[in-house]
C-alpha cells in the first residue's frame, strides 16, 4: 500500500510539475509575443527618425548654404564702409 501511496504522490508531483511548466511556458510565449511588438514598434520609430535626421541635416546644409551667401554679400559693403570711416579720419 505504501508503494502505491508513493507512486500516486510522485504521479501527483509529476502532473503539478508539468501543468506549471505549460503555465510557465503560456507566460513566456505571451511576453515574448508582448516584446516582438515592441521591438517592431521601435523599429518603425527608428526608421521615421532616421528619415527626419536625413531631413534636417539637408535643411541644415540649406541653410549653411545660405548663411555663407548672405556673408559674402555682406562683406563688400562692410569693407565700403570701413574705407569711408577711414578715410574720414584721415581728413581729420
Do not use: F, I, Y
Request: charged letters at 30%.
Amino acid at each position: 500500500m505504501t508503494r502505491r501511496n508513493a507512486w500516486a504522490g510522485l504521479a501527483v508531483a509529476v502532473a503539478l510539475s508539468l501543468s506549471l511548466t505549460a503555465c510557465k511556458d503560456t507566460k513566456t510565449l505571451q511576453e515574448n509575443e508582448q516584446l516582438k511588438a515592441q521591438v517592431t514598434e521601435l523599429q518603425k520609430q527608428n526608421g521615421q527618425m532616421g528619415n527626419d535626421l536625413e531631413t534636417m541635416t539637408a535643411a541644415r546644409d540649406a541653410l549653411a548654404k545660405e548663411n555663407a551667401a548672405l556673408k559674402t554679400e555682406k562683406k563688400p559693403n562692410k569693407s565700403k564702409r570701413s574705407a569711408k570711416k577711414a578715410s574720414s579720419r584721415r581728413h581729420r
